[in-house]
């Protein structure tokens, strides 16, 4: 019951003076100030590699970030060469392809008939053999008939010729040249010391050469006995009087 007539306990109130509580505000908003001001300059001496007595900032100095930055332009260009040297192997490559792929094409197209042109050399030869066998004789005393077939057949051998001509087939008549042994096939020697030793001095079969490659070598006989050569003729040119016989 005593407990009953107890009065509540009022709350207690603050003796201390206002002013003192403004003094302590004050007192801890200037050490907020300066802890602040510490934290700023504790950053700014890692940001500048280093605090006042050294035992603080970036662990890597200047001389050796220069030294880094340095072996990174040495490894870039170390790579931008290896990639032009590159570059340049390739292109070389290719250029050598290029080269190589137009030169199989133009020996495509010049050579492609040559099979069919060999072919061929039967029949001009048949031609011409039929013409020889015709003598002057017989031409002069042969009627107007046997004339036309003649001129025909003289005629079909110089249109043939001109065509093989147009398609890269070319005769060889080698009489009087050099003999070469790359165009020429000799058949036999004839001693003549008149002429200059190793000399075409008779041509048994003419021969053709496409492109500059022999097709059928001329079959000759060669001089023995004679000088030697003084002046090499080209091998291979065609005699001026074979193409005015063709």
């Known amino acids: 019951m005593a407990d009953d007539n107890k009065t509540p306990e009022e709350p207690v109130r603050s003796t201390a003076n206002p002013k003192d509580r ?5 007192a801890a908003d200037e050490l907020l100030k300066k802890r602040g001001k510490a934290s ?17 900032g970036p662990d890597v100095s200047a001389d050796e970030e220069a030294l880094e930055i340095e072996e990174e332009i040495s490894a870039i ?14 292109a070389a490559d290719m250029e050598n392809l290029r080269r190589r ?14 099979k069919f042109a060999a072919d061929m ?36 051998e110089r249109e043939m010729h001109a065509t093989m001509e147009r398609h ?12 070469d042994p790359n165009f020429h096939q000799a058949m036999f020697e004839v001693p003549n010391p008149e002429v200059p030793n190793n000399t075409v001095v008779q041509v048994v079969q003419a021969g053709y050469q496409i492109g500059g490659r022999v097709l059928r070598p001329a079959m000759v006989g060669v001089a023995k006995g004679g000088p030697k050569q003084s002046a090499e003729t080209e091998p291979g040119a065609p005699n001026p009087e074979s193409e005015k016989d063709a």
């Open 22 to 26: 403004e003094a302590l505000k004050r």
């Open 40 to 56: 700023a300059e504790e950053k700014s001496a890692w940001a500048n590699g280093g605090g006042e007595d050294g035992t603080y």
């Open 77 to 90: 260009q170390a790579e931008n060469s290896d990639m032009k040297d590159r570059l340049l192997r390739l």
């Open 101 to 114: 792929t137009s030169r199989e094409v133009q020996d495509a197209r010049a050579f492609a008939i040559s």
């Open 121 to 156: 050399l039967g029949v001009a030869d048949n031609l011409r053999r039929a013409l020889d066998h015709v003598t002057a004789e017989q031409r002069d005393g042969a009627d107007e008939t046997l004339k036309n077939l003649l001129d025909g057949v003289e005629l079909t």
């Open 168 to 179: 890269g087939v070319s005769k060889l008549d080698p009489e009087g040249q050099k003999f």
